[in-house]
């Protein structure tokens, strides 16, 4: 998940994932409960608990976490734009995030913003 915009990355404003056709992963409440308790207990950085936290939730390679900037992101947490510009899965896509990742991304985005002098 990247810090700041690149100008040779995509500008899209990428449909649901619903709109794509696509379904997140089904998670019970109880593996939610544990992944969160997980990332949050087990996980330093917080780049790397929202990076894990995202493949979770949108089942997207590392390629497509990679493509994600703060941007990209709700100031909220609750959605997620991830970009396919090849197309090589599903193409651009806005995934909701639920309630147990929004901190895990919120904080990484805080952390990624004063790094970079944006905050």
């Not at 915009?5 to 649901?16: K, L, N």
């Not at 019970?28 to 969160?36: D, G, K, V």
């Not at 100031?75 to 734009?81: I, V, W, Y």
């Amino acid at each position: 998940m990247q810090s700041i915009d690149d100008s040779d990355r995509c500008s899209c404003r990428a449909p649901t994932a619903s709109e794509r056709g696509f379904t997140p992963p089904a998670l019970t409440p109880l593996a939610e409960s544990q992944i969160a308790r997980r990332l949050h207990a087990a996980t330093a950085h917080p780049h790397l608990a929202a990076e894990l936290a995202t493949a979770c939730v949108t089942a997207a390679s590392m390629t497509q976490l990679d493509t994600a900037r703060v941007t990209d992101a709700a100031p909220d947490a609750s959605t997620l734009m991830l970009h396919d510009r090849r197309n090589t899965r599903q193409g651009c896509m806005t995934h909701s995030v639920p309630d147990w990742a929004r901190p895990l991304l919120r904080a990484r985005n805080t952390i990624l913003l004063t790094l970079t002098g944006e905050a």
